[in-house]
T-cell receptor, first 117, second 113 residues
Framework: NAGVTQTPKFQVLKTGQSMTLQCAQD?????MSWYRQDPGMGLRLIHY???????DQGEVPNGYNVSRSTTEDFPLRLLSAAPSQTSVYFC????????????????FGQGTRLTVV | AQSVTQLGSHVSVSEGALVLLRCNYS??????LFWYVQYPNQGLQLLLK??????LVKGINDFEAEFKKSETSFHLTKPSAHMSDAAEYFC???????????FGTGTRLKVLA
């Protein structure tokens, strides 16, 4: 059971380049989300999904796209990278399908450290 | 909208001393509450969570937190700090029936020898 797997762990981009951060979970979780972590700002929600085919915007969605074609995968796309997107990105998942409890913690990946120059 | 406030972005304690990390939330109804720990260059790991079953919640590594509705607080404590407790700690809240988690800005704990 690998949990939440993020790739790559590190990435350097030039301004204007695009890339996709990968996230996969093997816990049969319905809910997946992307956060960015910046010093002094905690974790801020970028996009989230409550199931395959369903996505919605979080607190800081501009410059990012997501899709959820399968339950397991939730990639985050940077359309045209900017230095302001230099951050550590975390993917999280929660809520196993078929369980009744709504009180469930989020499980996090190890993060992707992105630098845009 | 839900919000979480963590007082003190940096806290220093001596090894063996009490650890107290503060968290206050804003909600008209008791939400779900969590404490996470993040060690350097790692993801977030759950320490404990409030499930409404008991106001005093025990977590891993001797950490515990007490839910106080009247104070809208969920402070994290540990009786005796270890060097290995040095990390960043995040309080988080999620509304009943949703899967959106709101995080505080974090408290970095330093343990002095």
């Amino acid at each position: 059971n690998a949990g939440v797997t993020q790739t790559p762990k590190f990435q350097v981009l030039k301004t204007g380049q695009s890339m996709t951060l990968q996230c996969a979970q093997d816990m049969n979780h319905e809910y997946m989300s992307w956060y960015r972590q910046d010093p002094g700002m905690g974790l801020r929600l970028i996009h989230y999904s409550v199931g395959a085919g369903i996505t919605d915007q979080g607190e800081v969605p501009n410059g990012y796209n997501v899709s959820r074609s399968t339950t397991e995968d939730f990639p985050l796309r940077l359309l045209s990278a900017a230095p302001s997107q230099t951050s550590v990105y975390f993917c999280a998942s929660s809520y196993e399908r078929g369980t009744s409890s709504m009180n469930t913690e989020a499980f996090f990946g190890q993060g992707t450290r992105l630098t845009v120059v | 909208a839900q919000s979480v406030t963590q007082l003190g972005s940096h806290v220093s304690v001596s090894e063996g001393a009490l650890v107290l990390l503060r968290c206050n939330y804003s909600s008209s109804v008791p939400p779900y509450l969590f404490w996470y720990v993040q060690y350097p260059n790692q993801g977030l790991q759950l320490l404990l969570k409030y499930t409404s079953a008991a106001t005093l919640v025990k977590g891993i590594n001797d950490f515990e937190a007490e839910f106080k509705k009247s104070e809208t607080s969920f402070h994290l404590t540990k009786p005796s700090a270890h060097m290995s407790d040095a990390a960043e700690y995040f309080c988080a809240v999620s509304d009943t029936g949703t899967y959106k988690y709101i995080f505080g800005t974090g408290t970095r704990l330093k343990v002095l020898a």
